[in-house]
Nanobody
Framework: QVQLVESGGGSVQAGGSLRLSCAAS?????MAWFRQVPGKEREGVAV???????YYADSLKGRVTISRDNAKNILSLQMNSLKPEDTGMYFC??????????????????????WGRGTQVTVSS
């Protein structure tokens, strides 16, 4: 099993930045960030593969950067130029499988068996 614990959420004004962190109990090839925005379905934000490849949702590319520290098993998400519509619960997810995913597959929540409990992000206008 893999335990995931998110941190770094909070309140920020539009245009501000936040850096989220996810502490994992062990290394997994795929690690990702998803979010649940009120009134919308869960959506993939960014993914980090063990190969070094990263995947981003088109709507967020350019405003977010995903990175990981494999020695400490910590996944991070730097978010800049935040907008009120970014408000929601952000979740960390992991999959130990080693395979080549398309961007669509990497950003699909159905492909991740392990999830954290989430951290709240609130962006005020």
């Amino acid at each position: 099993q893999v335990q995931l614990v998110e941190s770094g959420g909070g309140s920020v004004q539009a245009g501000g930045s936040l850096r989220l962190s996810c502490a994992a109990s062990r290394y997994t090839y795929y690690m990702a960030w998803f979010r649940q925005v009120p009134g919308k379905e869960r959506e993939g934000v960014a993914v980090s593969a063990g190969s070094g490849r990263t995947y981003y949702a088109d709507s967020l590319k350019g405003r977010v950067t995903i990175s990981r520290d494999n020695a400490k098993n910590i996944l991070s998400l730097q978010m800049n130029s935040l907008k009120p519509e970014d408000t929601g619960m952000y979740f960390c997810a992991a999959d130990p499988g080693v395979y080549r995913w398309t961007t669509f597959q990497a950003l699909s929540g159905m492909n991740y068996p392990y999830w954290g409990r989430g951290t709240q992000v609130t962006v005020s206008s």
